[in-house]
């Protein structure tokens, strides 16, 4: 889940040294997304203008991301295998954190278990890829809390009561509903960064991950529909509308006549992007500035770690 800063300052300038960038574009070869690494090196000198502007280096954006990756990777094998990432694909820089909740999903649906069991692939490949990217330069897997963190969104979105539970793993609708939670935001947060890529091979790589993002949202939207969840959706929604800003963007899978809205699109059919606060805004639960919350009880690994004022 990339945001603007991360094309903008990827393409600008790089930080790290040669050899950090020449293993990211390999990284990206090898995971079939079309990276040249002579190309993209020759359009990215190193430059000290980011620095100085102060925006923050390549791999605190990248980092960033493998945070998020962690989180959905931990969520969908938890729901389709009872386990979740390998030691193996945990470490890096900063604390390793646990992970609080999750448990294999009784899918009644053979149709939605396959779904699952896709996504849940993708998202652990999306982990290892930055991992390989990053190479020594990645985080470790932050504090993640699955069950705590989904009842306060469910009750924030007015599923539940204050007092009850919300278990994500209980059954297909609540995983559903769950999984709803991420999707959008992801897709949105890749969103933000399409107008910064000036460079065609580059554009290529963060296109295929955001095509991947939005074709497990599409996937869960219609089936939020399909199974009569409509309303909890636009609930939910709305959640994330309060916690990100004052705009109205997010948008259930109903419109306000109660038609499908698969898509949530402006009426020019485009999506909306979010900025990599705003996404913190939304993991963490709340409206504030803050470093830690929601999901990472601790926050999240490196310096991208704080979300924005938008009481």
């Known amino acids: 889940m990339f945001n603007k800063l991360f094309i903008k300052n990827a393409i600008q300038r790089s930080a790290e040294n040669g050899v950090d960038r020449r293993r990211l574009f390999r990284a990206a070869g090898a995971a079939g997304l079309g990276v040249g690494a002579a190309g993209l090196l020759g359009a990215a000198p190193a430059s000290a203008q980011g620095e100085e502007n102060g925006g923050p280096s390549d791999a605190a954006i990248l980092n960033f991301a493998l945070n998020l990756e962690y989180l959905e990777a931990e969520f969908y094998l938890k729901a389709v295998t009872g ?42 490949a999306h982990v290892n890829f930055l991992r390989s990217a990053l190479g020594n330069a990645a985080v470790a897997r932050p504090q993640i809390d699955i069950d705590a963190a989904f009842t306060a969104a469910a009750q924030a979105a007015g599923l539940i009561q204050p007092g009850q539970e919300f278990d994500a793993y209980a059954n297909e ?20 960064a399409a107008p910064l890529v000036d460079n065609k091979t580059f554009l290529d790589a963060a296109a295929g991950l955001l095509s991947v993002e939005a074709y497990h949202a599409g996937n869960i939207r219609t089936l939020l529909f399909s199974k009569g969840l409509r309303a909890p959706s636009v609930a939910i929604s709305d959640a994330r509308d309060s916690l990100d800003g004052a705009s109205d963007l997010d948008q259930g899978v109903v419109d306000s006549e109660g038609r499908a809205n698969i898509v949530p699109a402006d009426e020019n059919a485009l999506a909306f992007g979010r900025s990599a606060a705003q996404v913190l805004n939304v993991v963490y639960l709340t409206p504030e500035q803050a470093t830690s919350g929601g999901f990472f009880p601790a926050g999240v690994n490196g310096p991208i770690n704080q979300s924005g004022a938008n009481a």
């Open 83 to 124: 386990s979740g990432l390998p030691e193996s694909s945990i470490g890096g820089k900063g604390y390793i954190g646990d992970v609080s909740g999750g448990r294999k999903v009784p899918f009644q649906t053979r149709a939605i278990r396959q779904y699952a069991e896709e996504i849940a692939a993708d998202e652990r």
């Open 173 to 192: 609708e609540n995983f559903l509903l769950a999984a709803y939670v991420f999707e959008d935001v992801g897709v949105t947060a890749y969103k933000g």
